[in-house]
DNA sequence: TCGGCCTCGTGATGTAAATCACACGACGGA
DNA sequence: TCCGTCGTGTGATTTACATCACGAGGCCGA
C-alpha cells in the first residue's frame, strides 16, 4: 500500500489502534463489519478541507491520524476555532444526522487519514442497528455539552486573559507531569490561538509575555511549560 | 379540574394542540399512550425553575404553555439567556440524553404548565420504540445547530448594536405585517435583553434610543414596531 | 394615598483591547 | 545564496463600552 505524506495508511477499522475508545466501538461483529464495509479511506494533506460549513452533509468523517481544525468564519473573515479534533472523533455526525448545513469548516492541520461515510449509508446502518442510534445519541448530546462550554466562555469570560487562562489550564489536563508542571509542544500560532479565544494576535502575544514574567508559563523552543496550575486557576477564578 | 394561577389546564397529551408539530408527534397509538402514562403534568408560578444548571438530570419537560428562559451564569453573577422557550418545546433532552448535568437554567417567565418525563422512564421508552430514538436524535442535533448559531453571534458579531438588530430581525420573523413593518408585545426587559445580547442595560437603553432616532423602530407603550427589515439587514451585513 | 421598588434614560469618566505601524528572525523555495 | 513569506514582539494611538451616578416615571401593595 502507499504511503503518501509519509503516513502509514490504516486500512481495517476493525484492527484500528483508535477504534475501542470511540463511537463506533466494540460493535457486534456483524455491524462492525457493515461499518467496514460502507466506509471508504483516504489520506489528505496540511490543509485539506474535509467540509466546508454552510454545505450540505455528503457524510461523517472519522479521524484516523493527524489533526482537524474546526472553525466557523463570518463573512467579513473574521475567524474562530472551536475545537481542534484528534484521532478517534467523528466529524460532521450533527449535520448529517439533522440534515442541516455543516455548521463547521473541517481543515486539516497535518496530514492524515481519515474514513469517510455516506450519508445515505450511514443513516440505513443506523436505521438497521437501533443500539448504534441511541449511542449516536449520546455523542450528539455530549457535543452539546462541549458547545455550550464554548458558549459560556465566549458569553461569560469577560477578559482575554481569563479565556487564555482557561484555554492553557484545558492543555494541562492532557498530559501532567509528577512534579505538577506540564510540558507539551505547541504546534497552533499566536493567529490560531488568537481564533481561539476570540482576540487578536498582537493580545495573545502580550499575553504570553506577561504570563511569561509573572512566572506562569515558559517557553523552550517549541515546548510550553506550564508553571502551575493553581495559579491559573486563581486568574480563571470563576 | 383546578386551575391555578388563572390557567386553563390541559390533561392528555393527546389531545392536546401543540402535539403536531413537535417532537413527540404524530407517534403510533400505543407509543403515544405509553408517553401520556409515564408523564406527569403540574403548572408553575411566574419565576418557578424547572431545573437549574449543573444538577444531575431528572427528566425531560415538555412544555404546554407559558414561556422559560433558558440561561447560564458565571460565578461572578454574569448571566447570559441563551433561548426563550414557547410552547411545544422539550426542555432538558441533552441532559436526560447524555447523563451529564444540565446545562442551562430554566425558569418560567410567565405562569404555566409543563409535563414532565423522568430520565428512566423515557429512556424505556425510546429503547422500546427505536422509530422515536432516532427522532430525538434528530432534534438533539438540531439543537447543536441552534447552539452554534449562539456561538456565532457570540463570537463574531462584533458591536452590540449588530447583535441587536439580529435579535430584532429573529423577532420580526415570527409575526410580518403585510406592509413589511412588524409589530409585536415587548415583553422583555432591557435588562433580559441585555443578557441576551451580552451586553448593559445601560447599551441596551441607548440602542433603543439610537434606533429610534435612525427610524428603524417605534415604541407604542409596550408595542414594538419594526420599521424596517432591510434597513436591520445593512446593520447586521454579516 | 403614599412610599418603596423596579425599570428606564442619559450624562460623565475610565480603561482595556483593537488597530495601526514597524522591525526582526526563521525558514523554504528558486 | 538570496529573497519572499510567515510568524512574532512591542510601541503609540484611539475608541467603543463598561462602569458609576443620579433622577424620573410607573406600578403595586400597605
Redesign the pocket.
Known amino acids: 500500500m502507499r504511503a503518501p505524506y509519509g503516513l502509514n495508511i490504516l486500512d481495517n477499522c476493525l484492527t484500528c489502534p483508535v477504534r475501542e475508545e470511540h463511537l463506533f466501538c466494540n460493535l457486534s461483529i456483524h455491524a462492525g463489519q457493515r461499518l467496514n464495509e460502507i466506509k471508504s479511506t483516504a489520506v489528505y494533506p496540511k490543509g485539506a478541507m474535509l467540509f466546508i460549513e454552510g454545505q450540505q452533509p455528503r457524510g461523517v468523517f472519522v479521524l484516523c491520524t493527524g489533526k482537524v481544525k474546526l472553525s466557523t468564519s463570518s463573512r467579513e473573515g473574521k475567524t474562530i476555532i472551536t475545537k481542534i479534533s484528534e484521532s478517534g472523533d467523528v466529524l460532521g455526525l450533527n449535520a448529517v444526522v439533522s440534515n442541516l448545513p455543516y455548521e463547521v469548516t473541517a481543515e486539516m492541520m497535518e496530514p492524515g487519514q481519515a474514513n469517510f461515510i455516506p450519508r445515505d449509508s450511514l443513516l440505513q446502518f443506523l436505521k438497521d442497528n437501533g443500539e448504534v442510534a441511541l449511542r449516536v445519541a449520546e455523542q450528539l448530546s455530549r457535543n452539546y455539552y462541549t458547545a455550550y462550554e464554548e458558549i459560556r466562555t465566549l458569553g461569560l469570560a469577560?477578559?482575554?486573559?481569563e479565556k487564555f487562562a482557561k484555554l492553557l489550564l484545558s492543555w494541562t489536563t492532557k498530559s501532567t507531569q509528577t512534579d505538577g508542571s506540564t510540558q507539551m509542544k505547541l504546534t497552533l500560532?499566536?493567529?490560531e490561538i488568537a481564533e481561539i479565544i476570540g482576540?487578536?494576535?498582537?493580545?495573545v502575544?502580550?499575553l504570553?509575555?506577561e504570563f511569561k514574567k509573572k512566572q506562569l508559563l515558559q517557553l523552550k523552543g517549541s515546548t510550553l511549560i506550564i508553571r502551575s496550575r493553581p495559579a491559573l486557576e486563581k486568574i480563571v477564578q470563576s
Open positions: 469577560t477578559s482575554p486573559s500560532t499566536h493567529e482576540t487578536t494576535r498582537e493580545t502575544s502580550r504570553f509575555s
